[in-house]
């Protein structure tokens, strides 16, 4: 059993910063025009080189881990169509190293994510962007609450099924037990009960290079929250390089949803 307090924002950034793709294109263009000199001609677009510098490592084939891009938005980030195309044309030609971290569960009605399959029961999501919900709330400003037994399932839709995974819940006071379950007999748990304010952990999926989909159970003795879960290519030990990429949108939610993200979960 293994659980951690790593910080969201920094396993999902890791190795990148976060693409802003017309900045990109407007910065082709002026390439092909502008006599200014390398440093100069960067300017503004700074950002994006270690972006840059990390699909070239990715592309010589000198990466050893993956380069995750976050796509953070509303219904039309929800709905994985612009997201997942993106997706798909950066996986072709810098590896596909899987689906990397999504909101738990179904957050929403009519919730497809591309890649994997995903199944619920007994969970009930509670969104930021409600005006009468509290956190704490996490990057993905969604979470699944249960009370009473639920239970989740990931598999994902292409061959090599789940190398390495995470999940994230709050520990709280009064927490109930968590278990993780491999479809190859892997099984972890864990207590989420806490004395102190309720704070993001993160615990690995007992996976295998056999591990075709993996549930995620709250047995029903206390609340249980979780925060996101996260499923890649490779294994625990040695991560496959490639690209992770990660859409987490709320239906109808503006730039200040992110204020309510809590710096404990991050």
């Not at 969201?8 to 910063?17: E, F």
Request: charged fraction near 15%.
């Amino acid at each position: 059993m293994s659980f951690s307090r790593r910080s969201l924002s920094a396993r999902l950034l890791r190795n990148c910063s976060l693409p802003l793709f017309c900045a990109v294109l407007l910065m082709g263009c002026a390439a092909a025009r502008d006599p200014l000199p390398a440093h100069e001609k960067i300017g503004r677009y700074a950002s994006v080189v270690p972006f840059y510098k990390a699909l070239d490592s990715l592309q010589s084939g000198q990466a050893t881990e993956p380069v995750t891009v976050l796509q953070i938005g509303d219904s039309h980030t929800a709905n994985d169509s612009f997201s997942d195309q993106m997706r798909t044309l950066l996986q072709k030609d810098f590896q596909n190293a899987g689906r990397g971290f999504l909101q738990p569960g179904i957050p929403f009605r009519y919730y497809h994510p591309a890649q994997v399959t995903v199944s619920s029961t007994g969970w009930t999501p509670v969104s930021a962007f409600s005006k009468t919900a509290t956190g704490p709330w996490g990057i993905s400003l969604v979470r699944q609450h249960a009370d009473t037994p639920a239970s989740m399932t990931i598999t994902p839709d292409e061959a090599g099924g789940v190398g390495r995974g995470m999940v994230e819940f709050l520990s709280q006071p009064g927490g109930g037990q968590l278990v993780i379950e491999a479809d190859d007999g892997g099984r972890t748990a864990v207590s989420t009960a806490s004395s102190q304010d309720p704070d993001s952990m993160w615990l690995r999926m007992p996976t295998t290079a056999d591990t075709h989909s993996v549930t995620v159970s709250a047995m029903g003795d206390g609340p249980v929250d979780i925060l996101g879960w996260e499923v890649a290519k490779g294994s625990q030990a040695k991560p496959a390089p490639g690209i992770l990429y990660s859409n987490l949108g709320i239906t109808g939610s503006t730039i200040d949803i992110l204020s309510r993200v809590d710096p404990r979960t991050c």
